[in-house]
């Protein structure tokens, strides 16, 4: 990068949240541009790189980050593609900004941090949004004063509209927990030492087979407990909701109480139906975020650590969904970069 040029970025994969990311580099912040995509369906990096002046469309995202000009790197193709293109990216030093999860599993996941060691500093940025949403932003503020005493329990409510056709039960929690794993460790400050999750009969709105609702307890080594009610076939709406008990209060967001109208003998306003919407703004500052410090040279925001301690998490609460126990979280020792 060069002077007050903006930062090119290529962007891996162009399904729907790498499309959404364009479109955001491209109309909504400023200091960045698309200067490369790659998807493996080459229709789609076509279509996408079509709307964008300079763009150029590959299939291979070692060649869309080699282009010209690519100075950072957006990595939004599904979650088992990721560690090649995180690799890839280091081959070049690039920055990255790496969509959830880091990798699918910590074996996985731990490679990556021992390369990012190997490189000597942080490259790696990863997706966990809603450590910009403003009302999370809010309460780990509220938090950090001390006002309310020591956090206890965390409760969380995590539900969508309707799964995807592919969902299976141990994805409620690596895909979907996976995000109440990130923020109960970045509220409270604590690492998941253990994990027990628990299913009541499935809604007869879920798929056959497919164990929904499912309730996740996560243990820390802070002493709370966090626990997740993960539902991802509700049929209503898509919420996001969590509640902070500590000593001497509570402090809750996700109620969705933008605007209530009172007409017709009832009171009442309209719940968000996907993540796109409810986290519009998470999304914007995330990326806003990456661009200005990466243009500074910086690296900020979750880690590969907090991606790799996700996925061991996470790995964890699928064991305790097929084994019906609570399974322990073995994490490696936090290497000095990420302390
Ligand atoms: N932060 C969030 O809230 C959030 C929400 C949804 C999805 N995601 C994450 O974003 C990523 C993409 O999800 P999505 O919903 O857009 O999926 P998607 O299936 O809509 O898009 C993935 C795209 O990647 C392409 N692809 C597949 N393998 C590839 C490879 N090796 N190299 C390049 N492109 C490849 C596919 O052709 C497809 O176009 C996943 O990691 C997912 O977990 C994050």
Known sequence: MHGNQPLGIAVIGTGRMGA??????????????????????????????AGIDGCTAHTDPAAAMAVAGVDAVLIASPGPAHEAALLAAFELDLPVLCEKPLTPDAASALRVVEA?????????QVGFMRRYDTEYVRLKALLGTGQLGRPLMLHNRHRNVASSPFFTSSMLITDSVSHEVDVTRWLLG????????????????????????QFVVLETDGGALSDVEIFVNCG???????????ER?????????????HTAGRWGGTITQDWTERFAQAYDDELRAWVD??????VDGPSAWDGYAAAAVC??????LQEGCRVPVELAEKPALYR
């Open 20 to 49: 959404d990311h364009v479109r955001r580099i491209d109309r909504v912040i400023s200091g960045a541009r698309v200067a490369a995509v790659a998807d493996t369906d080459a229709e789609r990096a076509n279509a996408v790189a």
């Open 116 to 124: 990012e060691q190997a490189l000597g500093h942080r490259r790696i």
């Open 190 to 213: 604590h690492e998941i030492t253990a994990v027990t999750v628990l299913a009541p009969d499935s809604s007869a709105g879920a798929p056959d087979g497919l164990r929904d609702p």
């Open 236 to 246: 209503f709406g898509y919420q996001v909701q969590a509640e902070v008990v500590c």
């Open 249 to 261: 209060g509570t402090a809750r967001v996700g109620d969705g109480h933008h605007l209530v109208t």
């Open 293 to 298: 410090t990466t243009r500074r040279g910086g």
């Open 315 to 320: 790995e964890a609460g699928v064991r305790a």
